[in-house]
């Protein structure tokens, strides 16, 4: 079973109420986007490794650690390209495999255009970031094409529903989920209800 952590921080709660709704202007839209995904991230890489780093301070020598792992985050296109100057400005030499996929209105299934993941990767873990894990078919297909490295993966979402859990859950139980906030369940749109609508559109603008 893939362990689920559902934020209970304050911020993160405000933020996303505030995400929520429909009246904010893509600007603030974006921003808060932002600031959701670097408190996600910060429980989500809690348990990277360190490795002992000495810094000159003005004052004297300073025993510190730098990251000793290399990251590799994995945004869904389009949605998860939101989440990445958060994610970059806390591990900005992080490796970056976009993965392109449209969910099929119809069948609410994804629609895979765009993977360039490499034959020998060389990052120690990896982190799929997507705004929305609504069916879990698009969070699904993008774990599946990292798993097969063989290192940790988590998935990182600002809004979940139930069904997109367990999909997870049931097919990559290894894989750690951390989001924001559970919500209560798909309508027949496979729209996250209360959620906060298309979150691709909202976040570029182009809601039509
Ligand atoms: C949205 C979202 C996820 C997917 C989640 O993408 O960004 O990738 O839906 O739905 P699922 O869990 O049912 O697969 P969308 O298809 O709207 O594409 P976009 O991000 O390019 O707008
Ligand atoms: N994708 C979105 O952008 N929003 C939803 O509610 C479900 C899938």
Redesign the pocket.
């Known amino acids: 079973m893939s362990a689920l952590q559902v934020s209970r921080h304050p911020l993160v709660q405000d933020k996303i109420t505030r995400l929520r709704e429909a009246a904010r202007s893509p600007e603030t839209f974006r921003m808060l986007v932002g600031q959701v995904t670097t408190l996600l991230l910060y429980e989500a890489l809690a348990d990277l490794t360190v490795t002992p780093h000495t810094v000159q301070t003005p004052v004297a020598e300073c025993q510190g650690a730098r990251l000793g792992q290399q990251v590799g985050f994995v945004p869904?296109?389009?949605?998860?390209l939101g989440m990445m100057p958060a994610a970059l400005e806390h591990v900005p030499n992080a490796q970056v495999w976009c993965l392109g996929?449209?969910?099929d209105e119809e069948r609410?299934i994804?629609m895979p255009y765009y993977d360039k993941m490499p034959e020998h990767p060389t990052a120690d873990l990896y982190c799929v970031l997507?705004?929305?894990?609504?069916?879990?078919?698009?969070?699904c297909d993008a774990i599946a094409r990292v798993q097969r490295y063989g290192k940790p993966v988590r998935l990182v979402s600002l809004i979940a529903a139930p069904e997109?859990v367990r999909k997870v859950a049931a097919e990559h139980p290894d894989t750690n989920v951390y989001v924001g906030a559970l919500d209560s369940h798909l309508n027949e749109k496979?729209y996250i209800v209360p959620g906060l609508g298309?979150?691709?559109?909202r976040y570029f603008n182009t809601l039509g």
């Open positions: 869904v296109l389009r949605a998860g996929m449209y969910r609410l994804p997507d705004i929305m894990l609504a069916t879990g078919g698009s969070a997109g496979g298309d979150a691709g559109d």
